[in-house]
């Protein structure tokens, strides 16, 4: 077994022992268990009522907002199909990863690592998912099977993902057809 995947088990495993408590319980595991580690102390952002979601708990790590894991971001986004979910996490490794992990291009086994991570179906062939998020006019070729977020995948993830998807409506085959034409 690679070591990512380990990591992966123990990500989900943690996540799946957390979901089930209060925030004020997630708190109080997090914090001993960070200290038993002797990892970073957790740092909280407080909302209005003085509390602090799991969502917003982070081990020290610079991120933008209060947003630092792939899977948060994938049920605030709700990506409908893998080339979105792509353009999704080209954009979480490029401005919200750990620094750490943080870069600008990425490649088929950030998608079979990033999907896996946050619950997301996993094609057959992540290289060709990259393929098609570049063909939807997401991203752009970095290069020797790297791919990087281009401003179209940008706005996608940062204006128009999000919620239900009902603000995004997808057209029919028959609709592109009738209004290709009746441009001729």
């Known amino acids: 077994m690679h070591k990512a995947d380990s990591e992966l088990e123990a990500i989900n495993a943690i996540v799946a022992a957390l979901k089930p408590l209060r925030d004020e319980e997630r708190k109080r595991v ?56 792509a353009a999704l996490v080209a954009y979480y490794i490029s401005e919200l990863a750990p620094s750490s992990e943080r870069r600008t291009g990425m490649n088929k086994e950030d998608v079979e690592r990033y999907f896996k991570t946050a619950g997301f179906k996993l094609t057959a062939k992540a290289g060709q998912t990259l393929i098609n998020a570049k063909n939807a006019g997401y991203l752009d070729s970095a290069g020797e099977g790297q791919y990087k977020l281009n401003p179209v995948g940008y706005n996608l993830v940062v204006h128009r993902l999000g919620g239900d998807g009902s603000g995004r409506k997808r057209r029919r085959k028959s609709e592109v057809k009738a209004t290709r034409r009746s441009k001729r």
């Open 30 to 85: 997090l914090e001993y268990v960070l200290g038993r580690f002797d990892a970073l102390p957790v740092q909280r952002t407080l909302t209005s009522s003085g509390s602090a979601p799991l969502s917003q708990l982070s081990t020290g790590a610079p991120s933008a907002g209060a947003l630092n894991d792939i899977r948060t971001l994938k049920e605030q986004k709700n990506p409908r199909s893998a080339s979105e979910m």
